[in-house]
């Protein structure tokens, strides 16, 4: 008996061992996360495409995944608004599709009629920091130029390669947690670039007490202060400001102080003349409330898109 089990245990171990070996990199699951395989065997009307994005900022290409509309192969006249969506931190780009379930969520929205047809894109957000995060920011040390990749080089690259709207209003980015924190920090500082975003319990300042915020921002108040959106908020031209809409839905069981940064934003923003919509609703720090509210923000961003074709 003592013989015959350690043996079995080696025989199981090689067979998973070549079974990985033997498996595409991008379908292995090791860690709880979604796999490109379950994603793209999701039935949706659109497409999911997987793609090579070369980065200027990061100086290196990363994979990134494109949701297009049903029509957007068969009428090629058709320009379609932006949704961008970043994940979490520990996250991947395949989350909101997988766990999230966004593509199907925004068909059954679009089918509804409460929204229009838009491309979706998933990028890939890792950086050097806390569990490999980047907080959607350029670093001070200018190790991971985050920021510039999503506001410059990602838009570049799909005004160059999609039939998008070149028109910010058209423009959108949201996401959760870190991603949610990113989404507001990303639309507060390039208005240019978006103008709507979904806030799903992110943060509005950077943090004194989080080592990764200290090792992204530094110690210079100036460069922490342009960083956190309750106070970025205020800069930047009044007829901006106005342009800027804002969908924040932080749960009720969710920490406290993202609560209370979350509605003292949303008050700030529209002080300022932007429009939004604060949620404050049962809800965890998880997918169930996550997914719920995407398709709870989509007749918002429909309307606000509509209001700006």
Same mark, same amino acid.
């Given at each position: 008996?003592?013989?015959?089990?350690? $043996?079995?245990?080696?025989?199981?171990?090689?067979?998973?061992?070549?079974?990985?070996?033997?498996?595409?990199?991008?379908?292995?699951?090791?860690?709880?996360?979604?796999?490109?395989?379950?994603?793209?065997?999701?039935?949706?009307?659109?497409?999911?495409?997987?793609?090579?994005?070369?980065?200027?900022?990061?100086?290196?290409?990363?994979?990134?995944?494109?949701?297009?509309?049903?029509?957007?192969?068969?009428?090629?006249?058709?320009?379609?608004?932006?949704?961008?969506?970043?994940?979490?931190?520990?996250?991947?780009?395949?989350?909101?599709?997988?766990?999230?379930?966004?593509?199907?969520?925004?068909?059954?929205?679009?089918?509804?009629?409460?929204?229009?047809?838009?491309?979706?894109?998933?990028?890939?957000?890792?950086?050097?920091?806390?569990?490999?995060?980047?907080?959607?920011?350029?670093?001070?040390?200018?190790?991971?130029?985050?920021?510039?990749?999503?506001?410059?080089?990602?838009?570049?690259?799909?005004?160059?390669?999609?039939?998008?709207?070149?028109?910010?209003?058209?423009?959108?980015?949201?996401?959760?947690?870190?991603?949610?924190?990113?989404?507001?920090? $990303?639309?507060?500082?390039?208005?240019?670039?978006?103008?709507?975003?979904?806030?799903?319990?992110?943060?509005?300042?950077?943090?004194?007490?989080?080592?990764?915020?200290?090792?992204?921002?530094?110690?210079?108040?100036?460069?922490?202060?342009?960083?956190?959106? $309750?106070?970025?908020?205020?800069?930047?031209?009044?007829?901006?400001?106005?342009? $800027?809409?804002?969908?924040?839905?932080?749960?009720?069981?969710?920490?406290?102080?993202?609560?209370?940064?979350?509605?003292?934003?949303?008050?700030?923003?529209?002080?300022?003349?932007?429009?939004?919509?604060?949620?404050?609703?049962?809800?965890?720090?998880?997918?169930?409330?996550?997914?719920?509210?995407?398709?709870?923000?989509?007749?918002?961003?429909?309307?606000?898109?509509?209001?700006?074709?």
């Amino acid at each position: 008996m003592s013989v015959k089990r350690p $043996l079995l245990i080696g025989v199981l171990l090689l067979t998973g061992i070549l079974s990985l070996l033997n498996t595409p990199a991008h379908a292995i699951d090791l860690f709880g996360r979604v796999t490109e395989r379950e994603v793209m065997a999701q039935t949706i009307a659109g497409k999911m495409t997987r793609i090579r994005f070369p980065s200027a900022a990061l100086g290196e290409g990363r994979t990134m995944y494109i949701y297009t509309p049903p029509d957007y192969d068969t009428d090629r006249s058709k320009v379609y608004p932006v949704i961008v969506l970043l994940h979490g931190t520990p996250g991947a780009c395949l989350d909101w599709a997988g766990k999230g379930d966004c593509n199907r969520r925004f068909e059954k929205a679009v089918a509804a009629g409460k929204i229009p047809p838009a491309i979706l894109v998933f990028p890939d957000g890792h950086g050097p920091h806390w569990k490999g995060g980047s907080e959607w920011a350029d670093d001070v040390s200018g190790q991971c130029k985050m920021e510039t990749a999503i506001t410059s080089d990602l838009p570049h690259f799909l005004k160059a390669h999609y039939r998008v709207s070149p028109d910010p209003n058209q423009w959108t980015i949201g996401g959760l947690s870190e991603g949610g924190y990113g989404a507001a920090n $990303l639309t507060v500082r390039h208005p240019d670039v978006f103008r709507n975003a979904l806030i799903f319990s992110g943060d509005f300042k950077v943090k004194d007490e989080w080592d990764d915020d200290d090792k992204v921002f530094g110690s210079d108040p100036a460069v922490r202060s342009a960083n956190s959106p $309750l106070e970025a908020i205020h800069n930047g031209p009044t007829e901006t400001r106005r342009k $800027l809409r804002f969908y924040i839905a932080i749960g009720m069981d969710d920490d406290e102080d993202l609560q209370t940064e979350g509605a003292l934003f949303m008050t700030t923003a529209k002080s300022l003349g932007a429009d939004g919509r604060f949620v404050r609703e049962p809800g965890k720090h998880a997918w169930d409330f996550w997914s719920n509210q995407f398709s709870a923000s989509l007749p918002y961003l429909g309307k606000w898109l509509a209001e700006t074709r």
